[in-house]
């Protein structure tokens, strides 16, 4: 495998490196090995944003769709911005609401899609398992961006190249994840890939909101935030779906704050050098406080651009497979 | 003119439990009735003689009394007369549909219906079950006398169970008067929300609502001390879990009237299955852990389950071809019920073959007090001849059946029907058995 900074020169040509599974639809599907080479190319891709023309040649003539069920401005702007940095024809499918509203069904809108040939479908679903079904049918590469409840691949890939650049090793971090768990699909990917990493993953968050057999996912569970805090490296805060709650979870936001809102003093629990993590959007003064969001602790932003780097990882390994 | 057509099946083993017989014997019909049952019995000139093939045995037909024929309404998925074809080619006699149509089978008008289309078919016997309510809406009682008067076996409001607790008592007092069983799909609702899957490690893992088997033991305790306080039988559908056994367990050691129902897949299929997010593991009750497996086989076997059925539950393809969460559930069962038992129960050792056909046949006619379950002299003649070695490869784009929604499909298996009998017509031989030809010059 040649290093990956060949393959970046502007008439670089790629290597038979990759990814052995076709899709990225779960951590689970991946191996240590094949997390470490995303991680270890999109470092090698954070370069290409530091220059003044910010594009490679990569995806060159590969078209790739996004095709978003969901609404995201941060998610599909990454993968856009990943997108275009590696010169791929890019296409953006914003369905409102479900395809069934529409008429027409995902599967339909997908044999569509793949009657036009595209190599990879960037697929954002509120049903978990929409990659799969996406996957099923198509031969072109599928990236989940998030299906409902279920995973989030490419954040916790982001949150992990975060971790490990500030950290320098996420083997042996105590990393607290803290928030709406039973939603989150960011916590399902993250739990995976933090424990393949070596790291000690402890969750909290409301007992309405705890996950349904949690302890055979071997991470410690806690509705006590100052336990949860309590000499962590990594504070990783998950947000509030504003929309889901009904009033059954808890009772108001204000009660939410009061328990388990990231306040400066709660964080004092924490390493003096400890980071504070959220995938976004915040709910400033509701899952976190904004001194805490804004303050020194806060890698919030460097998620957001280690995300593109990431994502520009994934296609690439995606679209090198197609080659092979 | 009196049918006095003569019939005689010889040289297959015999199981019938109400008579105990369970043996080599022959069996002769006439006039669409058992006529004779025993050793080498003597062959009038005149008598079809069909020799039952090598390792043969001879059962009093299955009755399968929980499936969905979806019609009227939804004949895109089933119609009576592919859903009864389907039934004889699994081996069923009889069949017991759910009221779930569109309209609900909650007047006689919509019973006489579905009994018209099969008497038009004239396969398997239909027994519909009314609904319990008034469009199945859980608000007021349906006109239970009517739907009785009109053919109803039971009542059930199948899928919606009833969730007020006094009208759940007094749907179960006034069926009460004609001798009908109210059948129960146990689940508490609102407990149940909007879940797709089983809550365990699975679903969790998978971003998938969960199912808490506590919505449906919740139920099932409910109407087993309703059953209790009227003294009115209760049937309980599909149960899948660990704790509804509990509770009917319980129920059954005081005295109540009350008796369940397991279905092949909840008996072979556990919720790991659910990776991969195949729809064809999509159904109400959902498939359950291994402890609840272990739990139904045990149930299975000391008599506190009485029935298989099937909860042949049809859907179109383009429905279940769809995201896990907006398909709809169900999956069919009735032309893999008998090779998946045979199979996974009696050839393991679970069961023995009687108390198969006590669980298929004998017990099911028991509880909806209607014909068959016995090969006793003077009943009709409707019998399901098995064949316990068969090997079968399930193959779903051969079914019988509009619908190919299955989870067994592709799966070998050990044992299938050679022949379905209702009321002393070969009505199905299955090409695929070895020694069938009799039975198909028969038809």
Known sequence: MPPIADVLTPDGLAAPVGLRTKDLLSIGDLLPEEIYLILDTAEAMKEVGTRSIKKVPALRGRTVVNLFFEASTRTRTSFEVAQKRLSADTINIAASGSSVVKGETLADTVRNLEAMAPDIIVVRHQSAGAGHLVARLCRARVINAGDGMHEHPTQALLDALTIRERKGTIKGLKVSIIGDLLHSRVLRSNVQLLQVLGADVSVCGPATMMLPDMARLGVRATTSIDEAVEGADVVMLLRIQLERMSGYFFPSLREYFQLFGMTPERLRRAKPDAIIMHPGPMNRGVEIASDVADGPYSVILEQVANGVAVRMAVLYLLADELQS | ?443
């Open chain 2, 1 to 443: 003119m009196v049918d006095d057509t003569r019939i005689m099946l010889t040289g297959g083993h015999l199981v019938d439990p109400t008579n105990s017989v369970n043996g080599p014997a022959d069996l002769l019909i006439v006039g669409g009735r058992v006529a004779a049952v025993g050793r080498d019995l003597p062959i009038d000139p005149g008598t079809t003689v069909i020799e039952v093939p090598r390792h043969g045995v001879v059962c009093p037909g299955f009755i399968d009394m929980h499936v969905h024929l979806r019609e009227p309404g939804d004949e895109h998925k089933e119609t009576v007369a592919t859903g009864v074809a389907a039934a004889v080619a699994g081996g069923f006699t009889a069949v017991a549909c759910m009221p779930n149509t569109t309209p609900v089978n909650d007047h006689a008008g919509v019973t006489r219906l579905i009994r018209g289309k099969a008497a038009d078919v004239g396969l398997a016997r239909v027994y519909p079950v009314g609904a319990a309510t008034k469009g199945r809406d859980g608000e007021q009682l349906a006109e239970i006398g009517e739907l009785h008067a009109a053919g109803c076996v039971a009542i059930s409001d199948d899928g919606r169970p009833i969730a007020n607790a006094l009208l759940m008592r007094r749907a179960l007092e006034y069926a009460s008067m004609f001798d009908m069983p109210v059948i129960d799909h146990c689940e508490d609702r609102s407990l149940a929300g909007d879940g797709v899957a089983h809550e365990g490690y699975h679903a969790t893992m998978l971003g998938l609502r969960g199912l808490p088997a506590a919505a449906e033991e919740i139920i099932a305790g409910r109407d087993v001390g309703l059953s209790g306080l009227t003294g009115s039988p209760v049937h309980l559908a599909h149960l899948s879990s660990r704790g509804s056994i509990r509770a009917v367990r319980d129920g059954k050691t005081r005295g109540v009237r009350v008796s369940c129902e397991v279905t092949p897949h909840h008996l072979t299929l556990t919720d790991d299955r659910l990776a991969g997010y195949d729809t064809n593991y999509k159904m109400n009750p959902p498939l359950r852990e291994a402890a609840d497996l272990d739990t139904l086989l045990d149930a299975v076997r000391d008599g506190t389950i009485d029935c298989i059925a099937t909860d042949h539950a049809p859907h179109h393809y383009d429905e279940k071809h769809a995201e896990f969460d907006s398909a709809p559930f169900g999956v069919i069962g009735l032309e893999t019920a008998v090779s998946v038992c045979l199979d996974r129960l009696v050839h393991p050792g679970h069961v023995t073959l009687v108390r198969l056909v006590e669980l298929m046949s004998t017990n099911p006619a028991s509880i909806l007090r209607v014909p068959g379950g016995t090969l006793g002299v003077g009943v009709p003649a409707d019998i399901t001849v098995l064949a316990p070695e068969l090997s079968v490869t399930v193959d779903s784009s051969a079914f019988k059946s509009l619908a190919r929604n299955t989870p067994f499909d592709g799966w070998r298996l050990r044992g299938g029907v050679t022949a379905t009998i209702v009321g002393g017509r070969v009505v199905y031989a299955n090409a695929a058995a070895k020694g069938a030809e009799p039975f198909t010059n028969a038809m």
